[in-house]
């Protein structure tokens, strides 16, 4: 059964950069057929994607929070990560790692991590 | 404002049949497969349809999807008090190149 678990502080000064990793275990890391992504929620709110990495080294991200995220992995540690720089208190959230699946007919993400909370706090 | 508009809340009494909507556009459900999650209170989002309407090993057969242009919904029936949980649409979005949420519908059983 594939397992994720998120890993990292959880509490992160204003400007400093967020910095989480996700370990894979009971299941490949370097499978052509996923993708790994990062999904938040702030406390009380609804689901918002942050960006996923495929097997080629492509990534994508959400155009608002582009400019500051990085998502990379580490197919030796089974590792993905997730940097987010310049942080304000709007990244407060539970943060989520996830596997995801695609095919000529879409993509979805069928194993989650348990999520971890992130404050931005002084 | 999420990309894809979803009812903030439905209710309905066990045993009934209830759906949610799921409201988008061209470039995300017009063009894409949508899926949708299940949010138990306190844990991590579950899929619990894939591709407009396919149903993952081990979901209930209670959970049916549909779509039709650029909408879609998620249907449960014979409800259970189980089923109580926040449901969220999610759909690639062509023009932002990225995966789109809704904002999430809280389902109670009465």
């Known amino acids: 059964q594939l397992q994720l678990q998120e890993s990292g502080p959880g509490l992160v000064k204003p400007s400093e950069t967020l910095s989480l990793t996700c370990t894979v275990s009971?299941?490949?890391?370097?499978?052509?057929?996923?993708?790994w992504g990062w999904i938040r929620q702030p406390p009380g709110k609804g689901l918002e994607w942050i960006g996923s990495?495929?097997?080629?080294?492509?990534?994508y991200y959400n155009p608002s929070l582009k400019s500051r995220v990085t998502i990379s992995v580490d197919t030796s540690k089974k590792q993905f990560s997730l940097k987010v720089s310049a942080v304000t208190a709007a990244d407060t959230a539970v943060y989520y790692c996830?596997?995801?699946?695609?095919?000529?007919?879409?993509?979805?993400?069928?194993?989650w991590g348990q999520g971890t909370l992130v404050t931005v706090s002084s | 404002q999420s990309v894809l508009t979803q009812p903030p809340s439905v209710s309905e009494a066990p045993r009934q049949r209830v759906t949610i909507s799921c409201s988008g556009s061209?470039?995300?459900?017009?063009?894409?497969?949508v899926n949708w999650y299940q949010q138990l209170p306190g844990k991590a989002p579950k899929f619990v349809i894939y591709?407009?309407?396919l149903l993952p090993s081990g979901v209930s057969d209670r959970f049916s999807g549909s779509k039709s242009g650029t909408s879609a919904s998620l249907a449960i029936s014979g409800l259970q008090s189980e089923d109580e949980a926040d449901y969220y649409c999610?759909?690639?979005?062509?023009?932002?190149?990225?995966?789109?949420f809704g904002g999430g519908t809280k389902l109670t059983v009465l």
């Open positions: 009971g299941g490949s890391i370097s499978s052509s057929s996923y993708y």
């Open positions: 061209s470039s995300n459900i017009g063009n894409n497969a």
């Open positions: 996830a596997r995801g699946r695609e095919s000529y007919r879409g993509a979805f993400f069928d194993y």
């Open positions: 999610a759909a690639w979005d062509d023009r932002l190149n990225g995966v789109v």
């Open positions: 591709y407009d309407d």
């Open positions: 990495i495929y097997y080629s080294g492509s990534t």
